[in-house]
């Protein structure tokens, strides 16, 4: 394949690096006046998108080195979560004008987005990645970008210890994993996934050597998807970093990491897809057991360490550890009904706990807290913000009529089919839980009495893009076709087998 050919495939990351350097270059000429950097960030956006459309069914592998197979992988896979990573950025692009945090800060405001694109070059490249060089390549890039905007508004202490913990579970996470990746390269002689899967299946591989560097690999992915145990940094940065790039993290990285995960099991392990779409997958490590432990101890954790947050975001960080725990029940069945019923999850997911977070924003902006204390009364002096909260957290439960309902709905079918009840009444079990802690908010603002509670303004913007939110939570809750036949179009990943 020659360099043209290969380009092809990183058109989409070719548009974001162009965005990048058109923000810092118009940073540095209109460094007076930075009105115009947000409007070139949503016009990368939607050019990049329309460039993803495009090419969405492009399927391939680009800059080989050497063998049949390359490092990056375009597929229908990769452009679906790369679609959830653009629609995700391009909403906190928007919910930066409601930010206060952010509104304080417009000095800094072109290094704030060229950083975020930073983030979508590293999520774009981490995707695609199937050579384990360029996925910690690709890892690395999406953390110092996402390291600096923890604490990038400076505001609070808070924001210099989110960052700070950040930068320091990042550093150790990122070390565990390079260590492991250079076992698999010693015992393999490569670190391209397609060659792997074949390399491993030889009698030569040493089983517990294997098995130690795939806990050390899996540490990596682990927390980025905040997956228990790997999970300690989520509840202190998602309190502390500024609410637009705590909402960013919990869909748009998250999703990457999922992604990452889901390409990782599929072409290096999985030998042979049969009719149905069951992977089979090889037996030197039970993938299959370790990651039902880690989604049971992922969703138990962060569904009862939940219950006690009074802070909101801290709240939704706990929240966010439990519903990687619900997606991660995609990933174990090994099959494209489950990696269709994780797709499908994080497009509603996407909707319902970005709604949620740019909610909790705007009461911030009034209340200066984010305490489910000053939540007290709000139902009534701020009724439109009080029920779309409460659709978002109905949702984010996972209770009709709403999407959030429609997506766990899939991941317990995707278990069922894979014969895994005892895991699905385990899930179900959590999402009771979960109710709790999401009731208790509706509870304080509509139930418990305030007579000073603050009208909260919602400017036309804001009220547009709640609007849009809750109804795409409602409308997706009812009809879902559209959406689940894209998810089901998009679970085609390139693979041996």
């Not at 050019?47 to 069914?57: Q, R, S």
């Not at 130690?212 to 540490?219: D, E, G």
């Amino acid at each position: 394949m020659n360099l043209s050919q290969a380009l092809s495939f990183v058109k989409p990351e070719i548009a974001v690096s162009i965005t990048l350097v058109v923000l810092v270059l118009f940073d540095l000429i209109f460094h007076k006046d930075k009105r115009i950097i947000p409007y070139l960030a949503m016009a990368g956006i939607v050019v990049t998108g329309i460039i993803l459309a495009a090419n969405f069914n492009l399927t391939g592998t680009a800059f080989k080195t050497g063998g049949q197979y390359g490092m990056f992988t375009a597929d229908p896979f990769a452009n679906f979560v790369k679609m959830i990573v653009l629609i995700a950025t391009f909403l906190i692009v928007l919910f930066a004008y409601d930010s206060d945090e952010i509104n304080k800060i417009t000095d800094r405001l072109g290094e704030y987005y060229a950083l975020i694109f930073g983030m979508v070059l590293g999520m774009f490249f981490l995707i695609s990645a199937s050579d384990l060089i360029l996925i910690y390549l690709s890892m690395e890039l999406l953390s110092l970008s996402s390291y600096v905007l923890a604490g990038f508004t400076k505001l609070r202490d808070r924001n210099s210890e989110a960052a700070l913990k950040y930068l320091i579970y990042g550093a150790i996470s990122s070390g565990l994993m390079l260590f492991g990746i250079s076992l698999v390269y010693g015992m393999t002689g490569t670190t391209n996934l397609f060659e792997i899967n074949s390399l491993i299946q030889t009698p030569d591989i040493n089983l517990y050597t294997f098995a130690f560097a795939m806990i050390l690999i899996f540490a990596g992915i682990g927390y980025k998807i905040s997956a228990v145990p790997f999970h300690y940094w989520t509840p202190d940065v998602y309190e502390g970093a500024p609410i637009t790039i705590t909402a960013y993290l919990s869909v748009a990285s998250k999703a990457a990491g999922f992604a990452l995960l889901i390409r990782f099991l599929r072409v290096g392990f999985a030998t042979y897809v049969d009719k149905a779409g069951n992977w089979q997958v090889l037996d030197l490590f039970d993938w299959q057991t370790f990651l039902i432990i880690i989604s049971v101890l992922t969703m138990t954790l962060g569904n009862f360490a939940a219950l006690w947050q009074d802070n909101l975001k801290r709240m939704l960080a706990y929240s966010s550890i439990a519903h990687a725990g619900y997606m991660l029940l995609g990933v174990l069945v090994f099959s494209d009904k489950g990696v269709t019923a994780v797709l499908f999850y994080f497009f509603v997911y996407l909707i319902m706990n970005l709604g949620a977070f740019y909610v909790v924003m705007l009461i911030a902006n009034k209340t200066g807290s984010e305490d489910i204390d000053d939540y007290d009364g709000l139902g009534y002096t701020a009724p439109f913000l009080g029920v779309t909260l409460a659709i978002f957290l109905v949702s984010l439960t996972g209770l009709p009529p709403t999407a959030g309902f429609i997506g766990k709905f899939y991941l317990f079918i995707a278990l069922l089919d894979a014969k895994m009840a005892v895991v699905a009444v385990i899930a179900v079990i959590n999402s009771v839980v979960s109710l709790y802690y999401y009731i208790r908010v509706l509870k304080h603002m509509y139930l418990t009495k305030n007579d000073n509670a603050p009208v909260v303004p919602v400017s036309k913007l804001a009220f547009s893009i709640v609007l849009v939110l809750s109804t795409a939570t409602l409308f997706f809750g009812i009809y879902f076709t559209p959406v689940s036949d894209w998810a089901k179009s998009a679970a085609v990943i390139l693979g041996i087998g």
